[in-house]
């Protein structure tokens, strides 16, 4: 029985403490930094996607006033070992990936020299002064072409250019013969790039008399990196400080150890002076990862009625050039979540992971799981148009209902609850889906097309941690200590590292909660391992599902604990306790209570102030495992009108329903999903990081890889649902990348629903105005 | 090579490399770190200020060619500490998530207040052309705008 | 980001300018207005001048006038005063391509005249300037001279622009109560640039038919052309949706190149759709120009 109401902050549309300082000029990201004789880092470049490197002349620039040093890749590699890479996963074989490349380049973009100057100015005129010649290699950045016996080799000690194979499922072989049709389709989740509004940079300063490492690095895992840096530069951990300043932006795109940081940390500790990286947006088109590029080659056994009975999967994957810390991760998520939101008896992905030109991949919102959902999502429809049926018929059947929970896939992911259904049918009901068919109809006898499209998608969130697992995130479990000072106020210190998520005011809400307290009366504090002893980091929508959870069990501990201190104060029993706004109270007499303050500081008393055993100080620290991943699910409808003469698609209406499982604040979540949406739209209509022949980049900067700008975008409908999950204390599911998820499918299949009378019956992203135009002129052709 | 000119009102004078861009300028300089860099070919807008009370992006003008000119910058909207109704506006709609782009959405939004006629969504998203940003969707930011402009 | 180092000279005057200008070595000064084309590719160190000269405070190059029949815009007149100016209120196409072309920012420093100047494959004014027959006034050591539009643009990202000289102004002649200009154009989804962009001017006679009709085409491929087959075609007919529309299936003149966004055949799709949608809005406004 609940006894005290404490003002209702969850679920409450509490404006971000995070603001005013970014909304005033006052955020501090890592180049805001300066500090007395900080050199600059700057780092020379590739132009070829393969070469050897015959000379290289670093004479002239380290003869530039100004210029400090000037290092290639094989000065490096007399101190500096290869970057980590492939998270040590074992059985792995991991290529060298050096600092930079040591006598070959593999793809545009690669480091091959570094120069350390005064001010970036004088940095980038020596860039400038450096002469190499290579011998440019044939190049291969297509992964199908690269499995083929002619393709050059990246890796020569490999000795092909497979970087490994897997098979995650059951059988499929007899469920497939046994089925009563086979549907077959290619689908291609192209190469993206996260694209931040902030690039990569790095501060490292090293000072020698304390013995001390600090690096300020734009990313989104300080404690992750200080355990990969200091086994990077054997360099005592405990003397090393990693903190992450506002970050703006990161999508998964920092969460690796890149070469340029390490480099930076190396070097500081070198030269023991200060020195900055910072990443100019045409190297961060190259340097920093790429992300999702997976093809899959689908068989889907049906029956008429279009249940799937099973599926099937061939999946290659492009992991770039080297691996990054988890690039592998990418296609083992897709394969396991491979059958999206339906039951299906029989599912099984052959992976085949490739090494190509080009830049490597790693996680980007949505990782793996994005591109499940769009192969499954994809293929839904492609059944539904086999069969001729209608795609929200195909989904239906095969959809997994509530009571089949906890319900376990053939490729071993267990689904832990959820409402698919009741997602679907409020999409459906707010689009008017038997409306807009009419209408759509309206419209084509008048030549005009309108198409719809639906995406029921279900992935996972907040990853437990890995059996055995030693290498990097490997980790599920996230730290929470809130402690209460004498004044009554709270300190929360968190180990996941928000930046722009709005996780700051999400746990001043779920701790002021506890205690009746306001948002402002919680401080929390995050991103500077001096000040957070221990955590992992913010990835694969983890802070709330379960940083949040820590911080509310902790939360619930310092309650408890204050509640028995107030109660032996009051000389009461603790059960007579009630706290309310900050203040117990005696339940057998109203007028008899003892406000937070006074017992937050009669807490710093000595043990024979307290009730026995009862240590001083109101602080509790957990630390909570999650014991299965949440299941995320929602539907997205949306309805995409195709201009025939340009092949321009605008999205007319966008439904968003998506299931929060708890929603500490829906602006907050809704603001998570207008930015997962936007740049899905993005992913289905506009980006491709693709490349020439040569392997030369043809998206290198933002003059030709289109981001969304505001007149590209329509206005999103979102809604939420709230089932609560089962494998944490909040009951949330991990939100983030809903949006990112859901949108290329919907967008695509209302694309192709839009082309069908003109017999247009496949498209790959991105859906560019050329491509759709293209398509149609082969269709009528 | 000389230069003057004012900065968020009040005068400074610096002798400047004629190549010196006025975001460096404001960011190293004058330390007005508020003013961001988000890319180098003049797309993404994070740099945004109001040179003689006109949106330009500072990574596209040189320092010396704002010898003589009123420059203001983010660290200049806020005055007294309070936040400007079109900054008050953005925290109210949630129109900002990781903060990079938001100082140069609100610099290139200003110019649309105090007009006769309030912007309608089309309107506002247009007046964005010039800035990305890749965390909100712009929904929330046009949301902003439209709010401040209702209000000016 | 960083351009690399160079000399900086400010002109006081025009006459100034052309001295300075004068007194290089060819092919080593810059001559900088708004800087919104130059200074970017500076940054990416694509070019590299010895010596940038400043004409951007030369005010006697700005503003927009009217003479003798004719609309004279200066080559400083930046692309938001064009998108306002209520002297160009009998020419629509101006604040219509003005409010296309690139972004706000953009749009508050970039100049008229360096557009031209520049003369970028991809660029909007271009194909403004070669629609309504614009005449560049330019001024060098050796005096003033004059270039029709459609001698102007000699290649891709080269014009009649002698070295040594400036770009001072560009004149229009004025409406005439019975025509209109319209603009249509694809945007580049990254860079904003025209993919394809038409503008159109047509003028029609007293009962009503194409007296005389210009198209200037950007975005395509190689120097800004005009389509003198649409033009051709068009010439003395009594305008229809379809006759606009059949004008425009084929313009032989186009040489349109294949790149990431774009290849030849969709370069000549969107070239037919933009011509007919900017000869549809141009007939509108000439229709509706006649009082």
Not at chain 1, 180 to 209: C, K, L, Y
Not at chain 2, 131 to 146: D, H, K, L, P, S
Not at chain 3, 155 to 181: C, K, M, N, Y
Request: charged letters at 20%.
């Amino acid at each position: 029985m609940r006894r005290d109401a404490p003002p209702d902050l969850i679920g409450a549309r509490v404006p971000r403490v995070e603001d005013p300082r970014l909304l005033a000029g006052r955020g501090a990201y890592v180049d805001d930094l300066q500090l007395p004789g900080m050199l600059q880092l700057d780092i020379l470049r590739s132009p070829h996607a393969h070469a050897r490197i015959c000379e290289l002349d670093v004479s002239m620039a380290r003869a530039l006033p100004g210029v400090v040093a000037v290092y290639t890749g094989r000065d490096l590699a007399q101190f500096l070992k290869p970057v980590p890479s492939a998270g040590g996963m074992q059985g792995f074989n991991a290529p060298p990936h050096h600092v930079l490349a040591v006598d070959r380049v593999r793809f545009v973009g690669e480091g091959v020299a570094a120069v350390l100057a005064q001010d970036r100015y004088i940095a980038r005129d020596a860039r400038e002064l450096i002469n190499v010649t290579y011998d440019v290699l044939p190049a291969v950045t297509d992964p199908g072409v690269a499995l083929t016996p002619q393709a050059p080799v990246l890796h020569d000690d490999i000795g092909s250019n497979r970087a490994f194979e897997l098979r995650i499922g059951n059988d499929t072989q007899a469920a497939l013969a046994a089925s009563e049709r086979i549907i077959s389709g290619r689908f291609i989740n192209q190469r993206v790039i996260p694209g931040p509004m902030e690039t990569r940079g790095a501060v490292a300063h090293f000072e020698p008399w304390e013995g001390r490492l600090t690096v300020w690095l734009s990313t989104q895992a300080p404690h992750l990196m200080k355990r990969e840096f200091a086994r990077y530069l054997d360099f005592p951990e405990h003397r090393l400080r990693v903190v992450a300043p506002d970050v703006g932006g990161a999508f998964g795109a920092k969460n690796n150890p890149y070469a340029e940081e390490l480099l930076a940390a190396a070097l500081s500790l070198k030269h023991g002076v200060p020195l900055k990286w910072i990443e100019e947006r045409s190297e961060h088109m190259l340097a920093t990862s790429h992300a999702r590029a997976q093809a899959v080659e689908v068989h889907a056994g049906v029956r008429a009625d279009g249940t799937v009975q099973a599926l099937h999967y061939r999946l290659t994957a492009d992991m770039g050039a080297y691996y990054h810390a988890i690039t592998h991760i990418g296609p083992m998520m897709t394969a396991a979540l491979m059958t999206g939101a339906y039951r299906i008896a029989h599912a099984a992905t052959d992976i085949i992971s490739v090494f190509t030109n080009a830049t490597p991949t790693d996680p980007y919102r949505g990782f793996g799981r994005a591109e499940a959902t769009y192969f499954i999502e994809r293929t839904m429809d492609l059944i539904a148009r086999e069969l001729g049926l209608d795609v929200l018929e195909v989904r239906r059947r095969n959809l997994i209902r509530p009571e089949e929970f906890p319900c376990t896939t053939p490729t071993g992911h267990v689904h832990e609850s959820g409402n698919f259904q009741l997602c679907l049918d409020r999409a459906l009901e707010r689009f008017d889906y038997e409306g807009t068919r009419r209408e759509q109809a309206r419209l084509r006898a008048a030549g005009r097309y309108l198409g719809i499209g639906i995406a029921t998608h279900a992935w996972r969130a907040g990853f437990p941690s890995v059996p055995g697992g030693k290498g990097y995130v490997t980790s599920g479990w996230e730290k929470s200590t809130v402690s209460i000072d004498a004044a009554g106020k709270i300190r929360v210190v968190i180990g996941t590292s928000p930046h722009g998520q709005g996780v700051v005011t999400t746990t001043a809400q779920i701790v002021a909660q506890q205690f009746g307290l306001l948002p402002q009366d919680v401080r929390v504090i995050h991103g500077d391992t001096d000040a957070v002893a221990q955590g992992n980091g913010t990835m694969g929508s983890r802070s709330l599902v379960v940083g949040g959870s820590a911080t509310l069990l902790a939360a619930q501990q310092v309650r408890a604990k204050a509640i028995r201190l107030a109660a032996h104060l009051l000389q009461i029993d603790p059960r007579q306790v009630v706290l309310e706004s900050a203040c117990f109270r005696d339940a057998g007499n109203s007028q008899r209570g003892i406000a937070l303050t006074e017992v937050a500081a009669h807490a710093f008393a000595g043990p024979r102030d307290l009730p026995d055993g009862m240590e001083p100080c109101l602080e509790a620290a957990v630390l909570f495992e999650p014991a299965n991943f949440t299941t995320c699910f929602g539907t997205h409808v949306c309805a995409v009108e195709v201009d025939v003469q340009t092949g321009a698609a605008a999205i007319r209406r966008y439904i968003a329903i998506d299931d929060a499982g708890r929603a500490i604040n829906p602006t907050l979540v809704e603001g998570q999903i207008h930015g997962g949406l936007a740049q899905g739209i993005g992913q289905a209509l506009m980006e491709g990081a693709s490349y020439d022949s040569a392997g030369q980049p043809l998206a290198a900067s933002l003059l030709d890889y289109a981001t969304p700008k505001a007149s590209d975008l329509p206005h999103f409908e979102v809604e939420l649902t709230e089932t609560p999950s089962t494998v944490n204390p909040l009951g949330a599911r991990g939100i983030g990348e809903a949006g990112a998820i859901g949108a290329p499918p919907a967008v695509v299949n209302a694309v192709l629903d839009a082309l069908a009378p003109l017999g247009v019956r496949h498209l790959d992203m991105p859906l560019t105005p050329q491509r759709v135009w293209r398509a149609i002129q082969e269709a009528r052709a | 090579m000389n230069i003057s000119l004012r900065v968020n009102g009040r005068p400074v004078e610096a002798v400047v490399e004629p190549r010196l861009l006025l975001v460096h300028f404001l960011r190293e300089r004058l330390r007005l770190t508020g003013t961001h860099i988000g890319c180098d070919t003049s797309q993404c807008g994070a740099c945004t200020v109001h040179l003689d009370g006109r949106a330009v992006k500072s990574c596209t003008v040189l320092a010396v060619q704002a010898d003589g000119c009123d420059i203001t910058t983010i660290e200049g909207l806020a005055a007294e500490g309070e936040l400007h109704p079109l900054q008050a506006a953005f925290q109210e709609q949630h129109a900002l998530q990781c903060g990079f782009c938001t100082p140069g959405m609100i610099m290139a939004s200003l110019e649309l207040l105090g007009r006769a006629i309030v912007p309608d969504d089309r309107e506002i998203r247009a007046a964005l052309e010039g800035n990305r940003c890749r965390c909100t969707g712009y929904q929330n930011i046009v949301a902003a705008v439209r709010t401040a402009c209702e209000r000016s | 980001m960083i351009p690399a180092a160079f000399e900086y000279a400010v002109p006081r005057s025009l006459e100034d300018a052309v001295a300075v200008l004068a007194d290089c070595e060819a092919g080593t000064a810059a001559i900088l207005a708004g800087g919104m084309s130059l200074l970017p590719t500076m940054k990416l160190r694509l070019a590299a001048p010895a010596l940038l000269v400043d004409i951007g405070r030369l005010r006697e190059l700005a503003g927009i006038s009217r003479a003798s029949g004719r609309l004279r815009i200066g080559a400083l007149t930046t692309h938001a005063e064009l998108l306002a100016a209520p002297e160009l209120a009998e020419w629509r196409v101006f604040a219509e391509t003005a409010g296309v072309l690139g972004d706000p920012q953009v749009r508050n420093r970039g100049t008229f005249g360096g557009s031209l100047a520049q003369a970028h494959p991809a660029a909007d004014w271009p194909a403004v300037f070669l629609a309504l027959r614009g005449v560049a006034c330019l001024r060098g050591s050796r005096g003033e001279r004059s270039v029709r539009s459609e001698d102007f643009f000699t290649g891709v990202l080269t014009t009649a622009i002698a070295e040594g000289e400036i770009l001072t102004h560009v004149t229009f002649p004025a409406g005439d109560g019975r025509s209109g200009a319209a603009y249509s154009k694809m945007r580049q989804q990254a860079s904003g640039m025209a993919l394809a962009g038409v503008a159109a001017r047509i003028t029609l006679d007293t009962a009503g038919r194409i007296e005389e009709s210009t198209v200037g085409v950007t975005g395509i491929g190689g120097a800004p052309f005009r389509a003198r087959s649409i033009e051709q075609r068009l010439s003395g007919l009594l305008p229809t949706p379809s006759i606009l529309e059949e004008s425009c299936a084929d313009v032989p003149e186009a040489d349109p190149t294949n790149d990431l966004h774009a290849d030849a055949d969709y370069r000549r799709q969107l070239l037919r759709v933009h011509a007919t949608r900017a000869l549809t809005r141009a007939l509108e406004r000439a229709r509706s120009a006649i009082p």
